[in-house]
């Protein structure tokens, strides 16, 4: 079998486009992300049509930076790993229709990756500043949390990944993001509500924390984003400059309170001493510190990934593809992109 040393990876499902090289063992030799937030702010969410043209436009550019970085040619790549599901179709179709080109061209094999794969191994990766602790290895329970996706998985090993629960209804991402826009903040409010949350009182508001106390791993963050639009519709634009500060902080509690219950019961469930949290939620300062406090008084070896590998990133991607092609896998020229995962993705 062919030897996979380095992988150029692809990563297009979304509002990021994202290119990168990942050396044998998870390294990761060059990362370029690029964001659209500016694009999309003045819409006030994705606007697709505009992901796809985004794309196009920093691809290839993009291929050629990371391959000048490392000073690699092309006679040096093994093999191209590309993101073909789940996303938006015309992002998707940006990222595969350009991988499958190059492993025409440079004749080389290529390899169509589950995105949330590539984040459920992000913990894998290892550069410079980060690699994982030594003793991190399967089976764990991971939480993927982002603008799409709030789900809790156990990871049984690489391959064989079981749905555990999930969000009923909005992501946490999107909550957050939401609730951003109530108060003017902009898109994506994630960011903004986490800033200002810092400088606030978490216990000022007492927001619903729906399904905390049921013992399944189901969430739901449809009630919480209801009830903070009742309360901001009855307060003043100055009551809401005046309070901000306390409303973010006690809308992001809500929230870390629900993540770290089912973070906890998912833990206790498996009797796993792993944990990773990943998606762009996991960026948030007050999770990380709720999470990492968690973690300590339970025992549990957690790793939280360095946002670069947290929010959607080509390195994941990479990872997911080297060990996949190293097995021999290989993705058809006739393969499309999806919406949605493979129900193959998954295990029972
Ligand atoms: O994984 P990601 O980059 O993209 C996908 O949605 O796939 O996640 C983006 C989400 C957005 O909803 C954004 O508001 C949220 O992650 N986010 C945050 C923070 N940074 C990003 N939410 C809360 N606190 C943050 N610091
Ligand atoms: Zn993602």
């Known amino acids: 079998m062919q030897k996979i040393n380095y992988v150029l990876a692809i990563e297009t499902s ?93 004749q080389k094999p290529y390899i169509a990756i589950n995105h949330l794969e590539g984040h459920l191994l992000a913990p894998f990766l290892k550069d410079e500043k980060f690699s994982p602790p030594n003793d991190f290895k399967y089976p764990y329970v991971a939480l993927a949390i982002s603008g799409g996706h709030t789900t809790i998985y156990d990871i049984q090993d690489f391959g064989k990944y079981k749905i555990l629960g999930s969000t009923l209804d909005d992501a946490a991402g999107e909550a957050f993001d939401k609730f951003g826009k109530m108060l003017g903040l902009g898109f994506p409010g994630g960011v903004k509500v986490d800033k200002y949350a810092q400088r606030g009182d978490p216990s ?53 309170d629900v993540l770290i219950a089912k973070l906890d019961r998912a833990v ?44 959607d990133n080509a390195a994941m991607i990479g990872y997911a593809g080297l060990i996949r092609l190293s097995r021999g896998e290989r993705s058809s020229i006739e393969l499309g992109p999806s919406p949605s995962p493979y129900e193959s993705d998954f295990v029972e």
Request: include cysteine.
């Open 14 to 106: 979304c509002d990021d486009t994202s290119v990168a090289i990942v050396k044998e063992g998870g390294w990761v030799e060059a990362l370029t992300s690029a964001s659209q937030d500016t694009s999309h702010a003045p819409f006030g969410g994705i606007v697709p049509e505009i992901a796809c043209r985004n794309h196009s436009i920093n691809l290839l550019p993009m291929i050629e930076k990371v391959l000048v970085e490392t000073k690699m040619t092309w006679d040096k790549i093994d093999g191209i790993a590309v993101t073909n599901r789940p996303g938006l179709i015309g992002s998707l179709i940006v990222g595969l229709v350009t991988a499958k080109t190059l492993s025409q061209v440079q």
């Open 204 to 256: 000022k508001y007492q927001f619903p924390r729906s399904m905390i106390k049921e013992e399944n791993l189901m969430m739901s963050f449809s009630g919480l984003k209801s009830s903070a639009q009742r309360l901001v519709d009855n307060l003043s634009d100055e009551q809401i400059r005046e309070q901000l500060f306390d409303l973010c902080a006690s809308f992001q509690e809500a929230i870390c």
């Open 268 to 311: 206790q469930h498996t009797s796993y001493s792993r944990a990773i949290i990943t998606g762009g939620v996991s960026a948030n300062s007050r999770l990380r510190v709720r999470a990492e406090e968690w973690a300590k008084k339970r025992g549990i070896t957690l790793v939280i990934p360095p946002i670069r590998y947290c929010t």
